[in-house]
């Protein structure tokens, strides 16, 4: 079974603090992806990864950015964390097929509770 | 950008009542990702289609493509009390819809 963990289930952090939410899978997937979920919002997509140091901007980039230096491992960091930055955080990953990033299902971690005071 | 809008937000059913979940994109899809979240849960992939009226069934689930590749649907028959949770839909470019919540009233 494909295994998608996350460092952290829940976290709380002060403003003004950096923080890292680290996810690996086990699968040797090309595509990893990062989220957060609102309540009333869904899933949006903050960041995806189709390779080795390679990134591109989801939906709501705006105060993330992102690290993957090896293929099981992408990072999410906040460079100075905000309360509109508290949420459910969720990391997925899948397989590319065909240089095509929708054509794959996508595994989920169990997430990450981030709660910014 | 690309939408996808999926309703109703919420629904509350009755044990065996039928239960449907619809998802409309602004534009055209290529294919459509359904998966499901149980309370406290992650999203789990249900099923993907890719064909134009392309019609798949999985026990009591039965997803639905649209003719023109822009809307979906997502009907469960009999709903028992393990189908609760939240549904959504995914489309191109990784966008979801903002879920379907389904309650189940034993």
């Known amino acids: 079974d494909v295994k998608v963990t996350q460092s952290s289930r829940y976290l709380v952090k002060r403003t003004g603090e950096k923080v890292f939410l680290e996810c690996v899978q086990d699968m040797d997937h090309e595509n990893m992806f990062w989220y957060r979920q609102d309540p009333g919002l869904g899933l949006r997509l903050i960041y995806f990864s189709y390779d080795v140091k390679m990134k591109e901007k989801g939906d709501i980039p705006e105060g993330y950015s992102v690290s993957r230096e090896k293929k099981e491992r992408f990072s999410l960091i906040l460079e100075s964390a905000s309360t509109n930055q508290t949420s459910m955080y969720l990391c997925a990953s899948s397989f590319m097929t065909s240089g095509s990033l929708s054509y794959n299902e996508q595994f989920f971690g169990p997430g990450t509770r981030l709660t910014v005071l | 950008g690309q939408q996808v809008m999926q309703i109703p937000q919420y629904q509350h059913v009755q044990e065996g009542e039928d239960f449907t979940t619809y998802c409309n994109s602004s534009?055209?899809?290529?294919?459509i990702q359904w998966y499901k979240q149980r309370p406290g849960g992650h999203p789990v992939f249900l099923i993907q289609?890719?064909?134009?009226?392309e019609v798949k069934k999985q026990k009591r689930l039965t997803f639905q493509f649209g003719e023109a590749k822009k809307n979906s649907s997502l009907h469960i028959t009999a709903t028992q009390t393990t189908d609760v949770g939240t549904y959504f839909c995914?489309?191109?470019?990784?966008?979801f819809g903002k879920g379907t919540r389904l309650s189940v009233i034993a």
């Open positions: 995914a489309g191109l470019a990784l966008v």
């Open positions: 289609l890719v064909k134009s009226g």
């Open positions: 534009t055209t899809l290529s294919n």
